[in-house]
């Protein structure tokens, strides 16, 4: 075998070795990222359940959106940080993540679901229904049938109380 074969096997060797170990890397760092995932899910739920302003802190560390909400029964504007892969329930009962008293909210009025990268509303089947108004479309904009891709700007009408949502980017700026 002359020098030539030897650095060509060689060169073969070392890139099969790189793709080989690119590929696991890639495979793993998928698996912790779906891990931690289902890990977070799970922990903010509990966390919900259990204490909802410290839920709502481990909320705005990895908060993929928020939602803006003027109340009048405090007189101030409250936020609400959407998690990745989580659900937030909006309505007058006070199990729900994000509770408006007013008599066109139903006691479990929508939800707000996420993936990794976006955030969506669903009317959970409320009498007075949910509606989703994008810059530049009418008053009122269109009732919500199913589950609807929500951004950033968009007013969600809740019964007559509107929530504001902002898609979150890495400067996490409001």
Same mark, same amino acid.
């Given at each position: 075998?002359d020098i030539?074969s030897? =650095?060509?096997?060689a060169?073969i060797g070392?890139i099969?070795?790189?793709?080989?170990a690119y590929?696991t890397?890639v495979?793993k760092v998928?698996?912790?990222?779906?891990k931690?995932?289902r890990?977070?899910a =799970?922990k903010?739920a509990?966390m919900?359940a259990n204490?909802?302003?410290? @839920?709502?802190?481990m909320?705005?560390q990895? @908060?993929?959106?928020v939602?803006?909400y003027?109340?009048?029964?405090?007189g101030?504007?409250?936020r609400?940080f959407?998690?990745?892969?989580? #659900?937030?329930?909006?309505?007058a009962?006070e199990?729900?993540s994000?509770v408006?008293?007013?008599?066109?909210?139903a #006691?479990?009025?929508?939800?707000?679901d996420s993936?990794?990268?976006?955030?969506?509303?669903l009317? =959970?089947? !409320?009498?007075?229904?949910?509606y989703?108004k !994008?810059?530049g479309e009418?008053r009122?904009? @269109?009732?919500?049938?199913?589950?609807? #891709?929500?951004?950033?700007?968009?007013?969600?009408s809740?019964?007559k109380?509107?929530?504001r949502?902002y898609? =979150?980017?890495?400067a #996490?700026?409001?």
């Open positions: 075998m030539r030897l =650095l060509v096997n060169a070392i099969t070795s790189s793709v080989t590929i890397t495979i998928k698996q912790e990222k779906e931690w995932s890990d977070f =799970l903010y509990e919900q204490d909802i302003s410290g @839920a709502q802190r909320a705005e990895f @908060a993929i959106g939602l803006i003027d109340s009048p029964n405090i101030e504007r409250e609400f959407v998690p990745q892969n989580c #659900r937030l329930t909006v309505g009962d199990a729900n994000i408006i008293d007013h008599e066109t909210v #006691r479990q009025h929508c939800a707000f993936d990794d990268k976006n955030t969506y509303v009317d =959970l089947g !409320s009498p007075n229904g949910v989703v !994008s810059s009418s009122y904009g @269109a009732r919500v049938d199913g589950k609807q #891709r929500l951004f950033s700007d968009d007013v969600i809740v019964g109380i509107p929530l949502y898609q =979150l980017d890495g #996490r700026k409001l």
